[in-house]
Structures are given as structure tokens and as C-alpha cells.
């Protein structure tokens, strides 16, 4: 089956560590996105990628880092300089130059820093 | 400053009835809208879309309005089912910045009554 695979779907990461929450699409979408969702809001955009080898900022890009070495991986990083790390991370991806129009996500990861 | 907007955090309805979300967004460059669906520890799932050349789209039990010069789009739902119980997020679409991103509003509770 097609689909975006998040994992762990639970996470626990101590103060000061550093962690990387997985995302692996099979949908051949060229386009990749981190969302963090917090209570009473919406999903507000982490990081983003166009292409492989190549990803732009969000509006909270702030103590997160990805990389987009292959089409169907995009991997988040949450570094220690994340202030408020505890959230539910969702990734998503669309397929825009096939004219695709609605973004696919996956089952989403909720991180709690112990 | 937020570019989607949904005013109302939560909304009842006898089941049965007609169920109305609105949203309004600001920014005249989106090109499509889209309604998504969330429940709890769950990905978003895509219901519905309209593109910003159309002013009505139907799906079944859904149906997606979109008043341009308003900036306002609404989704009903007819007749509403306890099912349909869950979180409902408005989404806008363009290129942002840099590429296709999407815009999420805060989300809005609907809770049916049996």
C-alpha cells in the first residue's frame, strides 16, 4: 500500500538531547513537509523540501534541522536548542507538478521531553 | 499573523442535521482550499477540496463553498453522523515562498450529537 510511514508514533528524549523522528513516503511525491501540532492549534510548518537534496525553512525552523538525501526519506532532527520540544510531529507529502492538490500525511509521532 | 483563520474552536450538532465550518484566509495568491479531518493521535486526513476558479464542490455528504470575494470558504456536512466527530482543519494552497506549501488554520472541534 501507498503511504507516509512516521515513526516511533511515541518518542521520550531526555532534556539536552538531541533526536531525529523518521518519515518515509512510497507515493513518489517530490514535495516533503514537517508540521508540529500543539493543543488548540493548528499545524504550523517546520521545514519543507521541493526536491531531494534540497529544503527551505518554515515558520518554527528554530532548533530543527532535516536533511532530503532521498526522494522517499525526510528525517527531523530536534535538536537541544528546541525550547518547548513536546508536540505531535506530523509529516506530509504532495505530488504539486503532477497536479496533485491536497497533501498526504502520515499517522504523526508525539515527542515528550522527560 | 495568521493567513487561515477559524473563528470558532468548537461546534454541536443534532445528528442529522447540517453541520457548517467556516473559514476565511487572507492572502489573495492560494489557489486551492482544502478541508482535512483529525482525530486524536491521528494524521489529518483529506476530505474535500475546491480550487480558487470554482465557488462550489461536492462530495457525498460534503460540500466545500468558497466566496472569493469574501475570502471566506465553508464546508458542509448533510446529514452529519456521530462519525463525523472529530477535529476539522481548513487548509490553503500556493506557492509560498518557495514552492507549494499548505496553510493550516487553528481547527475546529465538531462534536455530533446522537
Known amino acids: 500500500d501507498g503511504g507516509i510511514t512516521q515513526s516511533p508514533k511515541y518518542l521520550f528524549r531526555k532534556e539536552g538531547q538531541n533526536v531525529t523522528l523518521s518519515c518515509e513516503q512510497n507515493l513518489n511525491h517530490d514535495a516533503m513537509y514537517w508540521y508540529r501540532q500543539d493543543p488548540g492549534q493548528g499545524l504550523r510548518l517546520i521545514y519543507y523540501?521541493?526536491?531531494?537534496?534540497?529544503?527551505q525553512k518554515g515558520d518554527i525552523a528554530e532548533g530543527y534541522s532535516v536533511s532530503r538525501e532521498k526522494k522517499e526519506s525526510f528525517p527531523l532532527t530536534v535538536t537541544s536548542a528546541q525550547k518547548n520540544p513536546t508536540a505531535f510531529y506530523l509529516c506530509?507529502?504532495?505530488?504539486?507538478?503532477?497536479?496533485?492538490?491536497?497533501?498526504?500525511f502520515g499517522q504523526g509521532t508525539r515527542l515528550t521531553v522527560v | 499573523d495568521q493567513q487561515v483563520k477559524q473563528n470558532s474552536p468548537s461546534l454541536s450538532v443534532q445528528e442529522g442535521r447540517i453541520s457548517i465550518l467556516n473559514c476565511d484566509y487572507t492572502n489573495s495568491m492560494f489557489d486551492y482550499f482544502l478541508w482535512y479531518k483529525k482525530y486524536p493521535a491521528e494524521g489529518p486526513t483529506f476530505l474535500i477540496s475546491i480550487s480558487s476558479i470554482k465557488d462550489k464542490n461536492e462530495d457525498g455528504r460534503f460540500t466545500v463553498f468558497l466566496n472569493k470575494s469574501a475570502k471566506h470558504l465553508s464546508l458542509h456536512i448533510v446529514p452529519s453522523q456521530p462519525g463525523d466527530s472529530a477535529v476539522y482543519f481548513c487548509a490553503a494552497s500556493g506557492v509560498i515562498n518557495y514552492g507549494q506549501n499548505f496553510v493550516f488554520g487553528p481547527g475546529t472541534r465538531l462534536s455530533v450529537l446522537p
Open positions: 523540501s521541493q526536491i531531494v537534496n534540497d529544503f
Open positions: 506530509a507529502s504532495s505530488n504539486p507538478g503532477r497536479g496533485n492538490t491536497e497533501a498526504f
